[in-house]
């Protein structure tokens, strides 16, 4: 069975601080990985992907993932929080075919 | 430079009444899906389709049903609305492969 598990609900950080974003998956097959954020009444959008080539990902606004596979874990970080990162971020898990399975969110807040 | 567009923003619905969500997407991609989003339920998968007159149930299908007539264009629809039906919907399109999604900006849909 695949399953994508968000190991925090909320997670709240100063502005300038580190974020770090929890994310692992189970999965019987090579994953490819995703990370997407929603603004506020907005779609989401791709921050990041892992498809089995670097195990550290870069991505948009200065977010990165690293895919641990003996961990199974693809944590999503970003060494300073602006105010413009709060949201909800979700990550994201596709095995075979079409189908992708989502996180249940990680709602983040930045503190002024 | 809008890829996935979402007919409408905000739609209010009486009980009973057949609604229609339309989604159209200018990317060419083969694969579309339509997600509806709650609080503490995350994405959930409604139905998907991977090429034209194509469509599967995901994993939450009951009430709803699905028409792709045209590669670019997806409508769900709501046989017969019900208030446990108000929800955020998203609209997604992919290319075939460990591709991510590009998500319109969502309808939320209200059945009073």
């Known amino acids: 069975a695949q399953s994508v598990t968000q190991l925090d609900s909320h997670v709240s950080v100063s502005e300038g601080t580190p974020v770090l974003l929890r994310c692992n998956y189970s999965?019987?097959?090579?994953?490819?990985l995703f990370w997407y954020v929603q603004h506020p009444n907005k779609g989401l959008q791709l921050l990041l992907k892992y498809t089995s080539a670097a195990t550290l990902v870069k991505g948009i606004n200065g977010f990165e993932a690293e895919f641990k596979k003996s961990e199974t874990s693809f944590h999503l970080t970003k060494p300073s929080a602006h105010m413009s990162d709060a949201a909800e971020y979700f990550c994201v898990v596709r095995v075979t075919g079409n189908q992708f399975y989502f996180g249940t969110g990680t709602s983040l807040t930045v503190i002024p | 430079d809008v890829k996935v567009t979402q007919s409408s923003r905000y739609l209010v619905k009486r009980t009973g009444e057949k609604v229609f969500l339309e989604c159209v997407q200018d990317m060419d991609h083969e694969n579309m899906f339509w997600y509806r989003q709650d609080p503490g339920l995350g994405l959930r998968l409604i139905y998907f389709?991977?090429?034209?007159?194509?469509?599967e149930k995901g994993d939450i299908p009951e009430g709803y049903s699905v028409s792709r007539e045209k590669k670019e264009r997806f409508s769900l629809i709501l046989e017969s609305a019900s208030t446990n039906q108000t929800s955020m919907y998203l609209c997604?399109?992919?290319?075939?492969?460990?591709?991510?999604?590009?998500f319109g900006s969502g309808t939320r849909l209200t059945v009073v």
């Open positions: 999965s019987s097959y090579s994953p490819s």
């Open positions: 997604a399109s992919s290319r075939r492969g460990p591709y991510g999604y590009t």
């Open positions: 389709s991977y090429d034209v007159k194509m469509k």
